[in-house]
């Protein structure tokens, strides 16, 4: 018998502009669904229109809008998604004609970060990022009062109280800021007390695999899940490779289209990246989109000031890139190591994080990299005094 909760159905909304290959469109849409269903939603069915860019006033077409209403009539649903962030104009709009619990992925990644943040900082961090996205669309949750009350003489107190709640929201991120410089002093003086240990970090695309490897390397037991974000706070972990100690961080995930919000609010979190000597790029190659994450990520460092550091690509999941690949006519993994050794730059290596291939070579590589840091940094091995 069957005594899961029953999940609150969503439909997914997006806009595919010209020139967005249909592949690549539909996989947005797909990690959306994925971030809903982290989230606890299900699918319930998508709506797709074709515009030269999203429409002002109400994001779609009027045409499409009304059979999205009716389709949410009459399916009995109430939550509606849409894939890109909706500008409070959008928002009051769509609430107007649909009637319903509207979301978009700004609303739905703060909503999954607010779940999953555990420590105090975490906590801090998303509230904050929620109070910076709330405080522009303040005027939609006032709407209610034109519906129960209208007409002269009852105008005022929705304006006053409109005011009030922005004068609250601005204080309160002023408190949170303030409370956040607190902990990022406090971590800085954590940071300041590991010495000169080679420092590297995990980075990469949500849902990768990076608490496993780090897991692996570390023989440790952080969170890992097959679900979006289930790192937030930065987890640091020291390895011994032999005789050479390294400190390795798990980081936050990055994803398309990330909140500016959350970028803001995260990039003391990501003060453990910036302070690394060597990024672990982790990409999953079985992702059909693999290639467009390695650009976000790398956007993502660039946006933090960490373009510049030396970067380790540790392509994982191989196992899964051979099932995907076994009765497909795409490149086998012999084929595409090579294609990808031979365009990149970068020190690089494939794995199976979970079935545990290449686990020593990756070892003997960060042992390398970690040896000729410290090497650079304590010329004397021995001393002879």
């Known amino acids: 018998m069957n005594t899961s909760p029953q999940r609150d159905k969503a439909v997914f909304v997006g806009v595919q502009?010209?020139?967005?290959?249909?592949?690549v469109f539909n996989d947005h849409l797909d990690e959306l669904e994925f971030l809903a269903d982290t989230a606890g939603l299900s699918a319930a069915g998508r709506f797709v229109q074709r515009l030269p860019r999203?429409?002002?006033?109400?994001?779609?077409?009027?045409?499409?809008?009304?059979?999205?209403?009716?389709?949410?009539?009459?399916?009995?649903?109430?939550?509606?998604?849409?894939?890109?962030?909706?500008?409070?104009?959008?928002?009051?709009?769509?609430?107007?004609?649909?009637?319903?619990?509207?979301?978009?992925?700004?609303?739905?990644?703060?909503?999954?970060?607010?779940?999953?943040?555990?420590?105090?900082?975490?906590?801090?961090?998303?509230?904050?990022?929620?109070?910076?996205?709330?405080?522009?669309?303040?005027?939609?949750?006032?709407?209610?009062?034109?519906?129960?009350?209208g007409g002269i003489g009852m105008r005022g107190p929705g304006e006053t109280q409109l005011e009030t709640d922005r004068r609250i929201i601005l204080d309160k991120i002023s408190l949170l800021k303030e409370r956040l410089k607190k902990i990022d002093k406090q971590m800085m003086s954590q940071r300041s007390n590991r010495g000169s240990l080679v420092?590297?970090?995990?980075?990469?695309?949500?849902?990768?695999?990076?608490?496993?490897?780090?897991?692996?390397?570390?023989?440790?037991?952080?969170?890992?899940?097959?679900?979006?974000?289930?790192?937030?706070?930065?987890?640091?972990?020291?390895?011994?490779?032999?005789?050479?100690?390294?400190?390795?961080?798990?980081?936050?995930?990055?994803?398309?289209?990330?909140?500016?919000?959350?970028?803001?609010?995260?990039?003391?979190?990501l003060d453990e990246v910036r302070e690394s000597d060597v990024l672990i790029h982790v990409v999953d190659i079985a992702h059909p989109n693999f290639e467009d994450m390695m650009h976000v990520v790398s956007s993502t460092l660039k946006d933090i000031g960490c373009a510049d550091k030396p970067v380790y690509l540790v392509f994982n999941k191989i196992d899964a890139y051979a099932a995907n690949t076994a009765n497909e006519d795409g490149l086998s993994l012999e084929e595409l190591q090579k294609s990808w050794m031979s365009k990149l730059h970068t020190p690089s290596i494939f794995i199976s994080a979970t079935e545990k291939t290449n686990l020593e070579k990756l070892r003997k590589d960060l042992y390398g990299m970690a040896a000729e840091i410290q090497a650079g940094r304590y010329p004397f091995g021995t001393f002879l005094w």
């Open 17 to 23: 502009l010209p020139g967005t290959d249909s592949f």
């Open 54 to 149: 999203p429409l002002t006033n109400t994001y779609l077409g009027k045409g499409k809008l009304e059979e999205l209403a009716a389709f949410l009539k009459a399916e009995e649903i109430e939550t509606v998604i849409f894939d890109d962030e909706l500008t409070p104009t959008q928002l009051r709009n769509l609430d107007k004609a649909l009637d319903c619990n509207i979301l978009d992925r700004t609303n739905l990644i703060l909503d999954i970060f607010a779940q999953r943040a555990k420590t105090a900082y975490a906590k801090t961090q998303v509230e904050l990022a929620q109070y910076q996205y709330l405080l522009p669309r303040l005027i939609r949750m006032w709407t209610h009062l034109e519906r129960q009350r």
């Open 199 to 269: 420092r590297m970090s995990l980075v990469g695309y949500t849902n990768v695999g990076k608490s496993t490897i780090l897991n692996l390397l570390a023989k440790t037991d952080v969170l890992a899940e097959n679900k979006l974000f289930a790192t937030l706070d930065t987890t640091v972990r020291k390895v011994v490779v032999d005789n050479i100690p390294f400190l390795l961080s798990d980081t936050v995930g990055f994803i398309r289209k990330l909140p500016t919000q959350l970028i803001e609010s995260f990039k003391s979190t």
